[in-house]
Structures are given as structure tokens and as C-alpha cells.
């Protein structure tokens, strides 16, 4: 049985075509979700990485992951960087949504720890996979702090 509530599935010949990239849901959603819970992973977790492949990743301004060099990147770094890229947009709209939900928050904050772990620990195995991993976590050095001064709620 399927792990995730809810899902896209990636070609990498397609991303950042402007195709797209439709959201498969699994039927436990309905059942493990509130309706507000599954529609907040729906639009901030999952449309971001729908639209993130739609348009390619930017992850610097001269990096974006796209259909010409997604290929190259092993697979447990794509998907890394896409869900800490999402978990973090999902932080974003606690803010602009006005959530108090600590579990929810901490729920977030584990998938960004447990993704950042991943993309810190699987060894590059070519320069611009090195490139690209470093980038990508130079994005978020300051966003813990940020977070701190922005929620509606004191974190630690």
C-alpha cells in the first residue's frame, strides 16, 4: 500500500515544459484528513510540486531543474528538493493562513528535517549534483528565524 496521501508523478523529459502534471490522491486522504487538512496539502504541498515541474525549479539564478538536466541528478536528490521546497511553502502559508496548529507545524517542520537529512547525507556523484545540492540549501540558511518572527504562535 501507498505511503502518501496524495502524489504526482514525474517524467523527467517533461519537467519545466509547461506540462501538466496532474495529483493522483489516495483514498485514505478521505479518511486520515480533516477536509481543511486535505485541502491545505492539496494546494500548498502538492500544487507546488505540480507547478515547481510545470515551470522547472529554480534553485538558483543559474540553476533550474528542468527536462535538461533532471536526469542527471539522482533520484533521492529530486525528490529532496521538491519536498523541502513544498513543506516549506506549506510553513509559508501557515503564516498568510493564520494557522495555529502546532502539530500541523511540527508535522511540517519533521518532512523538512527529515528530506534536509536526505539531501545532506546521499553523496553527489557528479559536480553539478554538488551544485545543485548546495544551492538549494543555501535558499533556506535564514527561514527557521524568519519563521520565528512571522508565526502566529512562539516556536523555540
Known sequence: EMNFLAFILLATDTAGKKKK???????RSFKELSEVEFT?????HEYFHAADFHHGI???????????????????IIIAIADIRA????????????????????????????YHEILTTTAPQNEFETEVVQAQLSNYQHIFSTLKKTLPFQIR
Open 21 to 27: 502534471f496532474p495529483i493522483f490522491v489516495n483514498p
Open 40 to 44: 491545505y496539502n492539496l494546494l500548498d
Open 87 to 114: 513543506f516549506f511553502n506549506q510553513l509559508e502559508q501557515i503564516k498568510k493562513r493564520k494557522i495555529s496548529n502546532r502539530d500541523y507545524f511540527n508535522n511540517l517542520v519533521n518532512g523538512v528535517l527529515k
Open 58 to 76: 529554480t534553485v538558483s539564478k543559474d540553476i533550474t531543474l528542468d527536462h535538461t538536466n533532471l536526469g542527471i541528478l539522482q533520484p533521492e
